[in-house]
Every structure is written in C-alpha cells, then in structure tokens.
C-alpha cells in the first residue's frame, strides 16, 4: 500500500493540472476554446512535469516527517513551480497559461500534499502490522540490530513481535518452541538466522510453519527485501559468489560507460563557470587552493588521485579538507589530520566540522564540490554509481578488521551509491561496517534499474538540501 502513496501524488497533481486546464478553457476563458486545439495545452503538460518533478525532488510524501513537514514540502514545490513557469513566461515575453488559474493548481499542492502523506504514513502503519516477525536467533544482539535496522530506513515496513534464541529451543527437544511461539507473538513472517539452519529440528518446526500458510525467510534474505543490505554476520565468502553486473554482464556494462560519459560531459560543460566562480570567491571567503587532491582505492584495488572543490581551512601549508559525505553524494571521513599534520593518516570528519569555511559549507550543502570529479569519471576512475572510494590508509585498516571488505572492490567506485542514500554520512568504523553492507546489496544487485533508483534518489537529496 505504501508504494502507492507516490504514484497517488503524482496522478492527484496530474489530475489537479488537467481540471484546471479544462475548467478554464470551458469556463472561465473570456472566450471557450478546445483546450486539445490550443497550444496552452502544452504549457499545462509543462506545468504538470514541473509539479511533478519538484514534488518527488522535496521527497512528497514520503520524507516528510510530519503533515506540517509535507505542508511544508507542498508549499516548496508550488512556489518553485509557480516560479518556473512565470520565469518562462517572462522570457518568452507571452502569457504561456492563466495567471489565476496556474495559481489556483499551484496554491492546491500543499494540501494534496498532506493527503498524500497521509496516505503514505498509513501505509507505514499498515505495512508494519502487516509484516510481523518472529525471528530464531543465535543472540540477542541480532534481534536488537534488526528492530533498529527496520525502524532507521526499511524498505519495505515490518515490525519484529516475538524471537527465541537457538539455545533455548535445543534445550527443550520434545516440545516444537518455535511454533508455540510463533502462534503464540501472533507472527506471519519466520526469520531464521545462518546458525538456526544447522539444526534439524528447528528446520522441521519452520517447514510445519510454512505449511500453515506463514512465509518463511533467512535473515540474509530478509534483510535484501525488506532493508536493502547483506548483514555481514550471514555471509561466507561461497555466499558472495553471485553474479555481479560489471563483471558478468557486458551489456549493463556498456549502457552503464555511456551513461558515466553523458553525465561527465555535461558535468564538465557546468564545471567551467562554477570553477571560476569559486576562483573568485576564494580569496576573500575561503583562502587556498582551488582544488583538493586525495589518493582513493579503485576497481581491483588500484589507486587514482580524486579532485575536489577545496571546502575546508588550511593548516601548516596543507589542505585540511575532506571527503566526508552528507547523504547521499559523498563518503563518510576524511584526510584532514594528513594534511593539517602530514602524519599521512586521516581523521573521521564530524558533523558541522570548523574546519570546514563558509564558502566551503556553502559548496558541500548544494554538493558542488564534488563536481570536479567528472574528471575521475572522464579519465574511467568513478563511475556515476557504486561503492565511494576509500583512502588506501582507510582500506588497509578496515580489510584487516572486517571480513570480505575487499570485495568491494570487484566494481568501479562511484560519485554515490546505495549505500551514501540509505545511511548517507559515515562517522566512524561502525559505520564504514553498516555501510559496506549496502555495498553488499549494490554489488548484488548491480543494473540499470537500481541505479536509476540511486540516481533519483541523490537528486532528490541534492535539490532537498542534505548538507555536510
């Protein structure tokens, strides 16, 4: 139901722009006319994408937080159209649509808007109590993570009811726990972790659940449908051997370099002016070089120099920026203790970091620092999509502590990424390890269709204003 609360706000708006267009042309025109026959009616088509497009950029409905929030977003998006379309009109010098009539269509948004979340935040509930789980665990700590996970970002809503850890079944072999409980939590959804699996009894107990008519699912699975990440705790490096887009798939491949390419040249045809722009700025408002360089880790491991917009101060004659991400274009630290102190070892980035100028926080909140890195894409560097590349110190750490980590680097790095749009900035090694998660789910998910997901999802963090 709540995959419906989007398309209901769009075809609300479309049928809002559709009413009015008709009404005027048959109503309140000084003269009637066939709106069909009218050029009018294109600029009513005109209006309608730029409602819709703007809405779905505010994230209508489903962001808002709240109906005040989606009230809030309404208004956004109408002023911004509005807006669009009066600017047209002003520079084709004609009357594209009537000014009262636009108003009225515009001026409806906000509540349609509050409509539609309501609808969405429904569907939430719904959804929840729909789903509800009963998960066979090894520890507690796997229930705990599962519970916050579903309540952070889920992808599709669920609510966990009722658990029992494995010990507590092996120690009872006469009775079937795991049914009694199930029935018992009122479930419809059993979730089994990868240590459940090793036991004959409890496999048997879940069988006689799923022939009463419950669905039943490893926890690896779950978290793929319903959160959108691998948990690492399930995973074996035979269980990492799926195929992967970029590696088994020459035609995804190859629409995928086309893309990167497209988007790079009409990246490089903005960079040029907004460069000069932050030449210029530069001196009086954020004193320094242009440009900040770092070494990443790439595809297969192998390193490339990274270009930035420079966003942060300098100390001792280094540059103290960052390549820490505001969900969902950038990454989650930086190497600002290497450059502040050439020890050539970074330091995670914080939240509103001082470091950071006011030009350069300016730069990071409409993420034009990061449009240098067309450059990366050009030179086959990055990709528009995949996994953010990490600094060599970073990776060499982090492959030692965290199992698999290295398999990330099977693909192409990315400007964003699945992982950047769901957990977005990254403070810490606890984070790094959520969000390689995700990385897990990109990788094995990798298509066209999940990037186009990617890539609206980062407009829609962008034109919303997520900031660093």
Not at 457 to 467: D, L, P, S
């Amino acid at each position: 139901m709540r995959v419906l609360a989007g398309p209901a706000n769009g075809a609300g708006t479309l049928a809002l722009v559709a009413a009015a267009a008709l009404m005027h042309s048959r109503l309140f025109a000084p003269v009637p006319y066939d709106l069909w026959q009218d050029q009018r009616a294109l600029w009513w088509a005109v209006l309608a994408v730029i409602l819709l497009a703007v809405s779905y950029a505010y994230g209508l409905p489903e962001l808002a937080g709240s109906r005040q929030g989606a009230a809030g977003r309404g208004v956004a998006a109408a002023v911004t159209a509005f807006v669009a379309i009066s600017a047209a009109q002003a520079v084709l010098a004609t009357p594209l649509l009537p000014r009262s009539s636009s108003l009225v269509v515009v001026l409806t948004i906000p509540l349609w808007s509050v409509l539609s979340w309501n609808l969405a935040h429904d569907a939430d509930q719904w959804g929840a109590a729909r789903d509800r789980v009963f998960a066979v665990v090894a520890n507690t700590d796997d229930v705990a993570g599962l519970c916050c996970d579903l309540t952070a970002s889920p992808e599709r809503p669920a609510t966990v009811v009722g658990h029992v850890l494995v010990d507590e079944v092996l120690a009872r072999p006469s009775r079937p726990v795991v049914v009694e409980r199930f029935v018992e939590s009122g479930a419809n959804l059993l979730v089994m972790d990868a240590a459940s699996h090793a036991f004959t009894p409890i496999i048997e107990q879940a069988a006689e659940i799923h022939r009463q008519g419950s669905r039943v699912r490893t926890l690896s699975l779950f978290y793929e449908e319903w959160v959108g990440k691998l948990p690492h705790s399930e995973l074996v490096r035979v269980s990492l051997l799926f195929d992967v887009g970029e590696l088994h798939r020459w035609r995804y491949v190859r629409a995928k370099r086309l893309v990167d390419l497209a988007f790079a040249a009409a990246g490089l045809v903005a960079l040029v002016p907004i460069a000069a722009v932050v030449a210029v700025l530069n001196p009086v408002f954020n004193p320094g070089p242009l440009l900040y360089r770092q070494e990443r880790v790439g595809k297969n491991g192998r390193r490339f120099t990274m270009v930035k917009l420079r966003t942060m101060t300098q100390h001792g004659g280094g540059s103290a920026d960052d390549a820490a991400a505001p969900a969902p274009v950038d990454d989650g630290h930086d190497d600002a203790a290497h450059e502040a102190t050439g020890s050539g070892h970074g330091t995670w980035t914080a939240n509103n970091d001082s470091r950071i100028t006011p030009l350069g926080r300016w730069l990071r909140r409409s993420h034009l620092d990061e449009l240098p890195q067309v450059v990366n894409i050009l030179s086959g560097d990055l990709s528009l999509v995949g996994p953010r590349p990490e600094q060599p110190h970073y990776v060499s750490r982090l492959t030692e502590k965290i199992d698999f980590f290295d398999t990330r680097h099977m693909v192409r790095p990315g400007l964003t990424g699945w992982a950047q749009v769901k957990q977005g900035y990254a403070g810490d090694e606890a984070d790094a390890f959520d969000k390689l998660q995700y990385d897990f789910y990109y990788l094995r998910r990798q298509g066209i269709r999940l990037d186009a997901r990617i890539i609206w999802r980062t407009i829609r963090g962008v034109v919303a204003g997520t900031g660093r």
